[in-house]
T-cell receptor
Framework: KAGVTQTPRYLIKTRGQQVTLSCSPISGHRSVSWYQQTPGQGLQFLFEYFSETQRNKGNFPGRFSGRQFSNSRSEMNVSTLELGDSALYLC???????????FGAGSRLTVL | QKEVEQNSGPLSVPEGAIASLNCTYSDRVSQSFFWYRQYSGKSPELIMSIYSNGDKEDGRFTAQLNKASQYVSLLIRDSQPSDSATYLCAVLKNSGGYQKVTFGTGTKLQVIP
């Protein structure tokens, strides 16, 4: 059974650019959550998607957005990148009715 | 006040000793509690979940929950160098009709051979 797949694994961008990250959940997992992890702040919740609908959102500016497709794959987008957006972005999925998150390997974003 | 608080460490213990990791949470309506382990450069992986007051044991790991004190702990017996990692406490509660999981910032554990 394939795990949670995140692409790309590493990327470097410059300030002002935008970036799109992708997450493919475990087969059967319809809930996809995104987290930002930085050394100082730990894991910060960005948003959660279920059945193509955002049902929870963290305290991040509108530059951070996401969506989910009918096959449960999810993307998150960050526009107008800032240096402080440099972080590990983690996707976590779970099956309907379950409460245990399974994480992908993450996408490490560096903003120069 | 942070929703989930952990001492960042590092917590250093000698090989074979018991490592004790602690976590407090602020919201009394929190329902489920988890410990994740994260090795450097890797993603978090679940090692324990606990839902009711008391102790839950799984091999060398014991999770303890005290809802009255809003306190969760993880004990690692016979600590091994391979246990060296950051341990994240996570708390689940209902938020707006849906479940929300909040993580602490993690405690770094170093097991000294």
């Amino acid at each position: 059974k394939a795990g949670v797949t995140q692409t790309p694994r590493y990327l470097i961008k410059t300030r002002g650019q935008q970036v799109t990250l992708s997450c493919s959940p475990i087969s059967g997992h319809r809930s996809v959550s995104w987290y930002q992890q930085t050394p100082g702040q730990g894991l910060q919740f960005l948003f959660e998607y279920f059945s193509e609908t955002q049902r929870n959102k963290g305290n991040f500016p509108g530059r951070f957005s996401g969506r989910q497709f009918s096959n449960s794959r999810s993307e998150m987008n960050v526009s107008t990148l800032e240096l402080g957006d440099s972080a590990l972005y983690l996707c976590a999925t779970k099956a309907a009715g379950a409460n245990v998150l399974t994480f992908g390997a993450g996408s490490r974003l560096t903003v120069l | 006040q942070k929703e989930v608080e952990q001492n960042s460490g590092p917590l250093s213990v000698p090989e074979g000793a018991i490592a004790s990791l602690n976590c407090t949470y602020s919201d009394r309506v929190s329902q489920s509690f988890f410990w994740y382990r994260q090795y450097s450069g890797k993603s978090p992986e679940l090692i324990m979940s606990i839902y009711s007051n008391g102790d839950k044991e799984d091999g060398r790991f014991t999770a303890q929950l005290n809802k009255a004190s809003q306190y969760v702990s993880l004990l690692i017996r016979d600590s091994q160098p391979s246990d060296s990692a950051t341990y994240l406490c996570a708390v689940l509660k209902n938020s707006g009709g849906y479940q929300k999981v909040t993580f602490g910032t993690g405690t770094k554990l170093q097991v000294i051979p």
